[in-house]
């Protein structure tokens, strides 16, 4: 449990990228159709921050984690805040604890119980009928943040899936009858997404260096396992790189912008259809941690084994990519994340 762990005491940034072949990353509900977010003005895919949340929610609940903030219908209704509230608060045990000591425990075991606040944080303002909540703040500021995520190309709807028809046996002659569906899904989009650990938001949630150290398999995890259903499939996740700070409140800032096409290594834009047509070039980020490797702890990193980059005009894979870390901030301070094995090391605790 959390309270078996120190918080955290070093800043992190986060560089994640993903990529969607014939999907729809974030279909927006207001459009109508659902279709996807697309900037009108630069044409890249948008993905918000709520959606990778939801994937990294879903994989910790999957995971055998309390979540609080979860995809739940009760009697086919969805279930209400209170409702998941209540969900959390039955599990907390005032039995053998002291008066003054009740508002201390309440905090530290509802939080024990919730993994995604410790992350995110959340509103906590409801209306119920129970003095566990008198003790919780109304809010927990989450010391994880993602800003929304956008793919590094234009992108281009896929017509062929626009309009699909669904055909379906109607009556006992099992006589065939359809309707038309809306199915908007983009070519291709390589996406990156920037977060931030704040050391000192930590405190308030109690995140714990072993919280960070299973996020570090959580995005990678929720990517491989959460994007199961129709819209979502074609989703892989390409590169996770989280440096980790030594200096307190110090952090380089942006640093998913420092990726970028690398226009002489891929396809055309518009001929961009799966992973093995682009190079992301990735010497602009090379250069700013080389020139804070003093103020760098760790590089925590992993890339897919089909991920090509390039580096002052050399290209290679996942290895040329770890070495040329290694060259930046020094070979001590770079740590591979071997993904399954490291998930098992910060798995729930019997």
Known sequence: MSEHYPTVSNRSEIVFAYDAVDANPNGNPLSGANRPRIDPHTDQAIVTDVRLKRYLRDQLQDDGHGVYIRNVKEDGDQATREDLLEARLKDIDLDDVDEDDIENAVFSQFLENSADIRYFGATMSVDMDDEKVDHLPDHFTGPVQFSPGKSLHRVMENEEYNSLTSVIATGDDKAQGGFDLDDHRIQYAFIGFHGLVDEHGAEDTLLSDR??????????????????????????????????????????????????????????????????????????????????????????????????????????????????????????????????????????EE
């Not at 929720?222 to 074609?234: D, E, P, Y």
């Not at 912008?257 to 190079?279: F, K, M, Q, T, Y």
Request: with cysteine.
């Open 211 to 348: 919280d960070v150290r299973r996020l570090d398999t959580l995005c990678w995890r929720a990517l491989k396992n959460q994007t199961i259903s129709r819209s979502k499939v074609g989703q892989e996740p390409r590169l996770y790189l989280r440096v980790e700070y030594a200096d307190e409140s110090f952090h380089l800032g942006g640093l998913d912008r420092d990726l970028e096409l690398d226009s002489a290594e891929s396809e055309p834009v518009e001929e961009l259809r799966n992973v093995r047509d682009i190079c992301v070039d990735v010497s602009a980020l090379l250069e700013r941690l080389d020139g804070a490797s003093d103020r760098i702890d760790t590089v925590h990193v992993v890339a897919s084994d089909v991920l090509e980059v390039s580096v002052d005009g050399e290209t290679g894979g996942h290895e040329f990519l770890y070495d040329a870390l290694e060259s930046a901030v020094g070979s001590e301070s770079v740590r591979v994340i071997d993904v399954y094995e490291d998930a098992k090391a910060t798995a729930p």
